[in-house]
């Protein structure tokens, strides 16, 4: 059967048709068409991708959950090796900070000759204000020798083995230290308490203590150095029906974080036991 | 007999070494924990244990050394704490733990006020009520709470020097 166009003649009208298409859709006639079309291609796009990285992870994943796992377990070590080296040198900054504070503290203090050492323990009794040091008779530790930090006097030491000893604190019950104050010709006896509190007893009734006083060592009775600094008043306490004033002193040293500390190893404590007259019979 | 010493000798120089750098810087108002004793005492509340006054004389004397106390005052106290962990545990043998803690009790007790009138007689005069509420209540409440940890721990080392021995 015979079409009944000519063959060229289709052709020009499909042509045409195409020209008109292209022309319509160039000035925007198509536009809901073409955005319809586009957003359906753009959304099975997307599933089609996300469905296939899906699969792709499946696969590949387990493999890097192993390596990571790997490399996690090898940066934790890492880090816990770095976290002992930082305590470790926080641990060493804050000794070298000590034990430079104690030499500030020798070199303003040439006449004596001083001897460091560690704290290493602490009586096991809780009556005893005592601490146990690293150096002993080997380092020229003698009984009745003073202990004392860049912030203050410590204590004496008590007892001494070759390579250890241990050291009266000030804040001992048994402890007396005769003190002054910095500003007067005040004396006074400095003694401790079993809680580890410091007070001043034997403050003459007409001497003038205020709060916030600074308190040395006198160096009367021979036990201790004179001029080393003891603490402060922190309240005083004054009544006319009794013989003495009492006050109450913070420490200059704190006790309870003692690590390191200067035995005064020129320092001869004078025993005056002779001369203090006994009763006779 | 052999093996208690030898056990005495390490185990009583570890509980000082820890009693002088840890758990007398682990204050409660101002007592502290006495490891040493209630190392003695759980050793005398064992049951099948050979040596038990010879781990009072070692961790009194030891203990004696580091500290400031007369070595005496640890001596009683130590030994008495000793005795009465014998005297009590063949009779309350069933409840080991009631045991360890009345005898930590009453040795504490009774160390505290050893040392407290041997430094008001010797030393110097020491308020009662303040060392009463400042040292012996802390001390005793500290004690009491590690009593359950060093039983168990020496009761493991008891048994494994003196082994149960099983019938067949």
Redesign the interface.
Known sequence: MKSRFPRSLQTVVIFLVAIGLVALALGGYFNPVTNWLTRITVNVQTWISGRYLAIVDFLTVPRDVASLRLRNAELETDVAKLQTQIIDLQQQVTETDILSALVDFARANPEYTYKAAAV?????????R?V?INVGSNGGVLPGMPVVTEKGLVGRV??V?AEAA?V?LVTD??SAVNVRMQTSTTEAMLVG????DLSLDMIPQDANVQIGDVVLTSGLGGDYPANMLVGQVVSVRKLQSELFQQAAIQPNVDF?RLQFVLIITNFKPVDIAPLIETPGP | MRRAVLAAIPVILLA??L???I???I?L????A?L?MLVVVAWGLQERVRGVWIWGVAASLL?A?????PWYIYLIGYLSAVGLARLLVSRIWQAPLLAMFSVTLMGTLEL?ML??FQ?TIF??P??FG??FS??ML??ILLNLLLAVPVHALIRDLANRLYPQETTA
């Not at chain 2, 108002?29 to 502290?32: E, V």
């Not at chain 2, 050394?65 to 106390?69: E, F």
């Open positions: 290493i323990g602490r009586d096991p009794s809780p009556f005893l005592y146990i008590d007892a083995i241990r009266q019950a048994a308490s079993i809680t580890g309870n | 000082v070494i009693q002088t750098t758990a007398s810087r204050i108002f101002s007592g502290n006495d040493v203990v050394v580091v500290s400031g106390v505290l040392v407290f430094r030393e110097v020491l308020a303040e060392m400042q040292i802390p001390t």
